[in-house]
């Protein structure tokens, strides 16, 4: 005799349940193809100075190159988070992974400024949408203890990958030329989104919050726990969230306290990309124009991203108790080391020291600021709230290389930019604040998402 149908709370099966072989899995191929979607972001800092000398390109041009790849990631947020909503995680990943793959490639063949503009548009748009479907599909996976926790660890690849652009760049560039080192990434990047292809699976929130394909969502829920034998018959319900609405609309990101969340999100995340981008693409010829080998400039900066990276996991065990609250922690921190460097006479051993220290906190704080991008909002806008948070932020990685050709152009002292750069993390901690007492004030805990209206 059949059993009668169950409602599963799919919720609570996640939220109850510790890390399995089936997160693991999930958790190394959103690693994997993030390692490659920061080493595709950022051989363009250290291919730069190969690219000036053999193309002829002015700082101001090479401002435009940087820029251009992040007003494509701009674009390719709002409308990549927008198909993840709409069409699924799994299958947007795995197009956008195939995309800038190929692009990436593509690259190695480009001869002209204007051909360098047009590929790190179309590259920007492929890998502006990988990064909050990543978290947004890990997000929906693992318990709300854990969510910080697991979005920085996939971010250590993105820092992995951009602290591996420097030395396979100093490794290739100068005997292969810097097109080896694109075609190198975006092959490699090819072979990681064969894997996902195989093996990522879709979000059983986002299945549930749309209300389809009930044999797909009863098979994902038994591989993630096969005690629970879920079958397609069963109602599966998310006992966390109210009934959303099936279409996503702007205003659904300013709802209730994220009115107040949303804005400072992406102000926070404004002011941090604009660091990161300021540093990570102009860093390496700022050493050396400070008179610091090639070498050394690639070197140090990889360094620094990678320093960058371990502070953020550091900090996200407080993030996952303590939400945005600590996430001001590092940019409080990084705002007067800054200033020290641009302000005060120093050493070059002692420069050298203190803007590896600052530009690593710079970069601890920007994965705190990201780790807690989608965690607001709830499974039905949370690839677009991640998304459009991620997309408003390229306005200051717009804005950072293109500062940054400015000040680099305008003759004041080079170490000045670390002055400048101190800004940035001041809006950040402000920002992360006005976050934590928002959320403080709702008396619901740091971490809980936000409930859709339903009309």
């Not at 079958?231 to 009934?243: I, K, P, S, W």
Request: glycine share 10%; proline share 5%.
């Amino acid at each position: 005799m059949s059993q009668a149908p169950r409602t599963i709370d799919v919720a609570r099966i996640i939220d109850q349940r510790g890390l399995g072989p089936f997160h693991y899995r999930l958790i190394v191929l959103s690693w994997l193809i993030t390692v490659f979607d920061g080493f595709d972001m950022m051989m363009i800092s250290f291919t730069a100075p190969y690219m000036r000398d053999e193309l002829g390109l002015s700082k101001p041009m090479l401002g435009n190159v940087f820029s251009s790849g992040l007003f494509g990631m701009m674009v390719g947020g709002f409308v990549l988070a927008y198909i993840g909503d709409r069409y699924g995680r799994r299958l947007t990943i795995t197009l956008a992974a195939m995309a800038f793959g190929l692009l990436t490639a593509a690259t190695a063949m480009a001869h002209s400024y204007e051909a360098l503009l047009l590929l790190r548009f179309l590259d920007g748009c492929a890998i502006g949408g990988m990064l909050p479907l990543a978290w947004a599909l890990n997000i929906e996976y693992v318990p709300v203890r854990l969510r910080a926790t697991v979005v920085t660890v996939i971010m250590m690849g993105y820092s992995l990958g951009t602290a591996m652009a420097g030395p396979v760049t100093v490794w290739l560039a100068p005997g292969f030329g810097w097109r080896a080192v694109f075609l190198c990434g975006g092959l490699a990047t090819l072979v990681i989104a064969a894997g996902l292809l195989a093996w990522l699976p879709e979000s059983v929130r986002f299945l549930v919050a749309r209300g389809g394909n009930a044999p797909l969502l009863a098979a994902t829920l038994n591989r993630l726990d096969p005690a629970l034998e879920a079958r397609m018959q069963d109602r599966f319900v998310l006992g966390d969230e109210a009934q959303a609405p099936r279409h996503f609309t702007l205003p659904q990101l300013f709802e209730g306290d994220l009115r107040w969340i949303t804005p400072l999100l992406w102000l926070g995340y404004i002011a941090s990309t604009l660091a990161v981008y300021f540093k990570a693409n102009w860093g390496p010829i700022v050493y050396e124009d400070l008179h610091f080998p090639r070498a050394t400039a690639a070197y140090v900066s990889s360094f620094s991203g990678l320093l960058g990276a371990v502070l953020g996991l550091a900090l996200m065990r407080y993030t996952d108790r303590k939400g945005a609250l600590a996430v001001a922690f590092f940019p409080a921190l990084a705002a007067p080391a800054l200033l020290l460097i641009g302000l005060a006479p120093v050493g070059r051993d002692t420069f050298l020291i203190l803007s590896v220290l600052s530009t690593s906190l710079v970069g601890g704080a920007h994965f705190g600021i990201l780790s807690i991008a989608g965690i607001y909002y709830a499974t039905a806008i949370r690839a677009n709230g991640a998304g459009w948070a991620t997309s408003i932020a390229k306005i200051g990685g717009i804005a950072g290389p293109l500062i940054g050709g400015w000040v680099l152009s305008s003759g004041l002292p080079i170490v000045k930019s670390f002055a400048i750069l101190a800004i940035c993390p001041i809006v950040l901690a402000l920002c992360a604040l006005g976050i934590a007492v928002t959320v403080r004030r709702r008396g619901d805990g740091a971490r809980a998402p936000l409930p859709v209206p339903a009309s």
